[in-house]
């Protein structure tokens, strides 16, 4: 709609808007209008996004640690009130329980009532949203209360529930930077470019990651790993800044609050610097790491399946489907069973929360050693300081007590992945790797009392390096990344056990990935989710491929000169949502493409009477103002599947049409490159 | 702007939030941490609340132009429209009657009881500008229907054309019906037009705005709705031509489709309810003045769901 302007009642000189006129005290408005232009062409020099990435990095912080907080309120709260509770079992066991499965019940329940788009991690959809689909609805600020609210109660489970919150922070991270952009937009005054947008989305996936774990450089890389298949430098740049902006602030604010004296890191550890690894032990870090593959492979397969079957088991899927508070409310009445510490968990270190967890298993002694000849009590309450007494047993030891974790965990955690609550899984997995590095290590600090190299210096196992290397390999063989390595050196603060780690993750994910989809992948698959797959295989033959081995041929164009009928008939009886317009039925020279909707609109538009006799054919719905997009990008049947695929990557296109010398042959969308990179990778048998 | 709607409450968010930080922070060892926070939070959230009160609008009927200021509109087309929009838009404005206050510059909000309101159809001959004689400055700016009466009051006789848009009054919107013509007539009593953000219908005398239903985030004016919604089946169905052949069944997709669609339409009673609200407002003009409000007539043909035209005032120009 045209802006109305118009002028005062016997003034003259340049009509101004209406507004201007008619808001109350417009010169005060005026004033104020001037100010703001001034601040903004002074403050906006240097390139408006600065500010924004700065905003939204401090922004994220700010809510993360005010998550954090309430989360260790709670948390408190509830271990205050089973310390108060008395001796009695049941009230103890009521306790214990009724707290998470009133909070994840709550969580679900509200989360779900208010945006059915909140439950789960949120990575698989921004992945998908960052390739250049448009999910309706999934970054919208609504949401984001919901989210907040279902996560914070989601972590105040601790680790009876064991789940995270990378996924759902992401999520929040990126709906805070769609409404940034929009905000943006409104603030410079120019329209709103899809491009411009998605760059702000992508480095807010990598400030939300960064912030979940205040490390800047993992979290961007990690951030980088999952979520795209491309990634221009500058916007590498631009979510460092905002990154670090986050970490800083994050940690600044833990200063703030008298937790910490200076910035540190989260999970600090005490390895000793000079010798922390022999040369020997390389190898036992690569069978850590080979170990953790064939585990994650297991734990990828396992979690997708009972995925499945929740979601196609008529029992569950009704549950699911009427009364998801419910199906989580009993999901979580199992685990909490389970977790009671005075009942099985103690054989769990039931009673350690996830931070104590990873505490606990960075630890730089040897349990096996230090519990060979004497045997620590089990306290009353948890000891800060020798928090690795939870994991001991006088008759299981501490190996069986690992052992038993490993494997009740493993499946508790595949249960607690299918609740319909926000959640993240990525600090799961990776305490769950480094109870399998704990674990190896302690077995080798055992075997070997005095360190590999007999002779010379002695230098005893440290367990806690095999840890560290076993939760890098583990969450990055099930997210198919390596910058978990970096990770865990973020989190921990040294950077000692440098080239074993990094060699553990490495021979991880190449067991991972050759086998399995990662976690993220294996979501979308199950969700269904639009993606456009790699291309694994490399060979030679792969490169011979070209667009016209599969491209898809049968395109119904529209002719300039096609009279109406044959346009609605062609209308109706397909139903593409767009059609390649083509210069005449002869030529077939593709000019353009037409949108069905607009199609359709305008054939039903009533049109003006004609002269009789001529028959009304498509030109002249587009001369009647039918919109037409010209062709941007087009395909040649002889490019090859490698550079179309590229090309789809790297400008986030859903689909193209081929041309061969002008003429339209054929369209190209990812249904088509996923059949032919399936068909490269599986070669079909030759019949 | 439905957007600058959020973009407030945003900020008064953001200012509590704040403050509620600062709360957490609280040490008393280390006042000037949670000094500096409740210092941003409460800024942010004086901010805020003046910003949204700034927000009221005179509750003016203003229709456009006469033949003369045809001109002077279509000289300035809104930068902000693309491809082809304005050409649709054109062909479809019907005439309207032009209200001139002069009231409504330069003072602060125009206080309309003494003009007489008299909704007219719109087979009526256009009347010519109207000038009321209004002597009183009122310098504050906020208070809507707070002033008193000028004293010089000239009573006249205001003409109104209610415009009705077609699309209001229909809880169904088919996305494909056409729209050729203007609204020819309003049948009876008109319900206001909707200016699809918070211009609070029937809303208070006070001078805080009452939030209008939260269909305001989302583009959904009804004259703007078709296209709106046309563009968002076009986005849907860039997903579901990825999508639809490769996998086996169909609910997931339609899972997308429906929660997309179904809260879409969810809106269209909900905002139906409160154009019904208003009409009231509407069939009693002498006693409820304050209530009337006409925005810009919004021509059927009205695409652009976030560009905000007209009322709003754009605080950071």
New interface residues.
Partial sequence: ??????L???SSGK?V?????????????RT???G??WL?QKLFRVGEDWYFLMTLGV?MA??S??MS?AVGRVVRAHNWLYREIGDSHLLRYLSWMVYPVALVSFSSGFSQSIT??SGGSGIPELKTILSG?????YL???NFGAKVVGLTCTLATGSTIFLGKVGPFVHLTVMIAA?LG??RT??I?E??NKIKQNEMLVAAAAVGVATVFAAPFSGVLFSIEVMSSHFSVWDYWRGFFAATCGAFMFRL?AV???EQETITSLYKTNFRADVPFDLPEIFFFVAVGAICGILSCAYLFCQRTFLTFVKTNPLTSKLLATSKPLYSALAALVLASITYPPGVGRFMASRLSMKQHLDSLFDNNSWALMTRNSSPPWPKELDPQNLWFEWYHPQFTIFGTLAFFLVMKFWMLILATTIPMPAGYFMPIFIFGAAIGRLIGEALSLAFPEGIVAGGVVNPIMPGGYAVAGAAAFSGAVTHTISTALLAFELTGQIVHALPVLMAVLMANAIAQSCQPSFYDGTIIV????YLPWIRCRKISSHRVIVEHFMNRAITTLAKDTPLEEVVKVVTSTD???YPLVESTESQILVGTM????L??AL???PPSWAPGHQQCLQDILAG?C?MEPVTLQLSPETSLHQAHNLFELLNI??LFVTSRGRAVGSV???EL?KAISNVTNPPAPK | MTDEKTFRIGFIVLGLFLLALGTFLMSHDRPQVYGTFYAMGSVMVIGGVIWSMCQCYPKIAFVPADSDFQGILSSKPLGLLENGLTAEMKSLQPPYVRLWEEAAYDQSLPDFSHIRMKVLGCSEDPRPLLVPERAQQQPEACERGAGGLPDAQAWMEAAVVVHRGSEEDEGERNPTQSRPGPPACPQGPAPLASFQDDLDLGSSESGSPNPSPPEGEEPGPQPREPWACRYRLDRFHDFALIDAPTSEDAPPEGQWQDTALPSYWQRSPRTKEDEAASDTGVEEPEQEEEDLYYGLPDSPGDPLPDKELGFEPDAQG
């Fill in positions: 709609m045209e802006e109305l302007i118009g005062r009642e016997g009509p808007t209406l507004q201007e006129l008619w808001g109350p005290c417009p010169h005060l408005r104020i209008r001037g703001l232009e903004k922004l700010l809510i640690f005010a907080f059915p788009f689909v448009v999910l309706e609805d919208d600020i609504k409404y929009r905000v409104k603030a005054g329209t709103e604010l703030f609050n008298s969700k269904k989710l639009p593409s949502a767009e949108q069905r909707a607009h359709v609109q039903q538009v009533e103002g919109p859903q689909s969308s990812w249904v996923k």
